[in-house]
T-cell receptor, first 112, second 113 residues
Framework: GGIITQTPKFLIGQEGQKLTLKCQQN?????MYWYRQDSGKGLRLIYY???????QKGDLSEGYDASREKKSSFSLTVTSAQKNEMAVFLC???????????FGSGTRLTVL | GEQVEQRPPHLSVREGDSAIIICTYT??????FSWYKQEAGAGLQLLMS?????DRKEEQGLTVLLNKKDKRLSLNLTAAHPGDSAVYFC????????????FGQGTILKVYL
């Protein structure tokens, strides 16, 4: 089996701050995803990557950057945190051609 | 693009009763349907998935029904127990959407004694 590790678990930032969230997986999966989870809105795709150094925009990419420097890691940057923003950011991975997503336990973001 | 609506947003059932969650989708070319469970403080875990050629699948107290005519997917937890309390999401993939899953809004299920 494998595991997806997201760091940090909790992130508190200030308005306008640039914040980076990290995700590591040891499944050796090709594709990795970043989702934003807001209460009552389900999961919305921010960015995904089908291989090292690849980046694809999701439905919610504005205000975010992503980076996939190696196969096992995928980072997400909030370019300018919005005041009173609260959400959980979930990282996931899947193998090429497979359907099942494996999720990390999330980073909970609070912006003061 | 694909739109998914999930109902109800909150569901409270007594232990031993059944709990039914429904998702409707818009793209008739949707080929893959799944249900995920999210326990408190954790990520999502796949419960069950079906392809478009399957109308019904049962596994360990869970039943997934797919009605392609009405574009409706349901999850039935028969004889729910407190350990089933969690947030449940449907997720579907249309052939037109490449590798992207579209998630429902989630249902918070509470099973009480």
């Amino acid at each position: 089996g494998g595991i997806i590790t997201q760091t940090p678990k909790f992130l508190i930032g200030q308005e306008g701050q640039k914040l980076t969230l990290k995700c590591q997986q040891n499944f050796n999966h090709d594709t990795m995803y970043w989702y934003r989870q807001d209460s009552g809105k389900g999961l919305r795709l921010i960015y995904y990557s089908i291989t090292e150094n690849d980046l694809q925009k999701g439905d919610l990419s504005e205000g975010y950057d992503a980076s996939r420097e190696k196969k096992s890691s995928f980072s997400l940057t909030v370019t300018s945190a919005q005041k009173n923003e609260m959400a959980v950011f979930l990282c996931a991975s899947t193998d090429r051609g497979a359907e099942t997503l494996y999720f990390g336990s999330g980073t909970r973001l609070t912006v003061l | 693009g694909e739109q998914v609506e999930q109902r109800p947003p909150h569901l409270s059932v007594r232990e031993g009763d059944s709990a039914i969650i429904i998702c409707t989708y818009t793209d008739s070319a949707t080929a893959y349907f799944s249900w995920y469970k999210q326990e408190a403080g954790a990520g999502l875990q796949l419960l069950m998935s079906v392809l478009s050629n399957v109308d019904r699948k049962e596994e360990q107290g869970l039943t997934v029904l797919l009605n392609k005519k009405d574009k409706r997917l349901s999850l039935n937890l028969t004889a729910a127990h407190p350990g089933d309390s969690a947030v449940y999401f449907c997720a579907v993939r249309a052939t037109s959407s490449g590798q992207k899953l579209v998630f429902g809004q989630g249902t918070i299920l509470k099973v009480y004694l």
